[in-house]
């Protein structure tokens, strides 16, 4: 079963403004992960943390992550052209040796 | 390092034809997860494999479909009498050990069946 799930499905906002999708998760986790996939192409690593971290930064990307609330969050700030694409968290479930993917946010920015 | 390298990048197969996948993992890389996604759709869990050894194939469906890590050589997904409903991309990502930090992906093959 799906382990994550991402809100909002769509999203589309203006060059240079903030955006920001959640997920929420089921069971207890290790860490959770947040990945990018360009249309057509695999997936990136985006950024890691830890389930006993609260918040991470890598560039202008700031994730949050909830454990009480089991939900996290994505923030990329001062959003590009290039920010276009599916946005997908995945977690470590059920004995920890594989990650489960939400279905992610498509996010769209305008120019 | 050329990175996990999938091929082949599409592959179109009639009805009833077997399919063959190969994922290829970063050079130091000794376990391979295969995902299968749908369009418009998240990735979804097939099999998780170590070399020789499959660990979990919780994700897989019972019939028709099989994997394998030789020692030697890439991994395989193996798809038997393709049917439409195969139609996905597939997606392989490879990990130096039995952790979950920051898997490395494929670019991933494009099944049609047609």
């Known amino acids: 079963s799906q382990q994550g799930e991402e809100d909002p499905q769509a999203l589309s906002i203006q060059e240079g403004e903030n955006a920001t999708m959640n997920c929420s998760y089921k069971t207890s986790i290790n860490n959770l992960q947040w990945y990018r996939q360009n249309s057509g192409r695999g997936l990136v690593h985006l950024i890691l943390?830890?389930?006993?971290?609260r918040e991470k930064h890598s560039g202008r990307l700031r994730v949050t992550l909830d454990t009480s609330k089991k939900s996290s969050s994505l923030l990329i700030t001062a959003s590009r052209a290039a920010d276009t694409a599916s946005y997908f968290c995945a977690t470590d479930a059920d004995g920890h040796d594989k990650i489960i993917f939400g279905k992610g946010t498509r996010l769209h920015i305008l120019p | 390092n050329a990175g996990v390298m999938q091929n082949p990048r599409h592959l179109v197969r009639r009805r009833g034809q077997e399919a063959r996948l190969r994922c290829s993992p970063m050079k130091g890389h000794s376990h391979v997860y295969w995902y299968r996604q749908l369009p418009e759709e998240g990735l979804k869990f097939m099999v998780y494999l170590q070399k020789e050894n499959i660990i979990d194939e919780s994700g897989m469906p019972k019939e028709r479909f099989s994997a394998e890590f030789p020692k030697e050589g890439p991994s395989i997904l193996r798809i038997q009498q393709v049917v439409r409903g195969d139609s996905a991309a597939y997606f392989c990502?490879?990990?130096?050990?039995?952790?979950?930090?920051?898997?490395?992906f494929g670019s991933g093959t494009r099944l049609t069946v047609v």
């Open positions: 943390i830890r389930s006993n971290e």
């Open positions: 990502a490879s990990s130096p050990d039995r952790s979950s930090y920051g898997y490395t």
